[in-house]
């Protein structure tokens, strides 16, 4: 770290951190009965990672959506969180009709198809146009569909 003249001000140049990849790896799901979960993933063709037990307070079941690099999991004892309606993950497909009629087909309860109307939501860059489903799942969980048209320039690295 070292101080840079600028205008006869004198600037602090701040290090740079190093850039890392971060990924995100699991998003845990409070659920109240594990093994109606287990059987609500299963049927959606998502891939069981995990299903372990340790005594009869922990059980931790794991479950990756077809094509995600995150997966999600339940259980009993993994955390603090109370079961109950979870909000704001959203799942991204590369048709959203074709999608919304295969979870429809395999007992997803699922909103018609709609365009956001309202503010950009966060995860939207300026010109992007997504259309949405909404999806209830066991424990009244409220998990939202897109697919997007364009996508965010990557910061430059």
Sequence with gaps: MGNTQVRGQTAIEIPRARRVDIKLEVVDIPVSDVDRAKRFYGNLSCRLDADFAAGDQFR?????PPGSPCSIIFGQGITSAVPGPAQGVYLL???IEAAGAELVDRGVDASELFHHAGKP???WAPGQHKVL???V???HHTFTGQTVTCTAPRPAK
Aim: glycine share 0%; no cysteine.
């Design 137 to 139: 799942i066991p424990e």
């Design 93 to 95: 497909v590369s048709d």
């Design 60 to 64: 931790v079941v794991r479950f990756t």
């Design 133 to 135: 489903i909404e999806l």
């Design 121 to 123: 939501l966060p995860s």
